[in-house]
């Protein structure tokens, strides 16, 4: 069974987590206009064979979206942390740095 360590909750089942997308993939900014830049971004994905990044989402957890290097081939989990970077450096911190005055 797929089992995926989230760096809030622990080691969960598959079940609880939703599958997103590449987490390999840049959007282009909003003021971009080119069309084909768009169209790359939200249509061609990518089918690798071994080690890649994806984001998955805690949906019955803590709810939060996960980087998660998976190897397609074996399916083995490796690196797992937050997408948003401000919650990757909050967990970081030791729990008395978390506190907010
Ligand atoms: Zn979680």
């Not at 997103?20 to 768009?38: F, H, M, R, V």
């Amino acid at each position: 069974m797929l089992r995926l360590d989230c760096p809030v909750c622990g080691l969960r089942d598959h079940d609880e987590f939703t599958y997103l997308e590449d987490g390999s993939i840049t959007y282009p900014k909003l003021t971009n206009e080119n069309q084909d830049d768009w169209f790359d971004a939200v249509y061609l994905r990518e089918n690798p064979r071994g080690r890649h990044v994806e984001k998955w989402h805690h949906t019955f957890g803590c709810r939060t979206v996960l980087l998660v290097e998976r190897d397609t081939l074996t399916h083995v989990i490796g690196k797992i942390k937050p997408a948003h970077p401000k919650i990757a450096a909050a967990l970081k911190q030791p729990a008395t740095a978390k506190k907010r005055s």
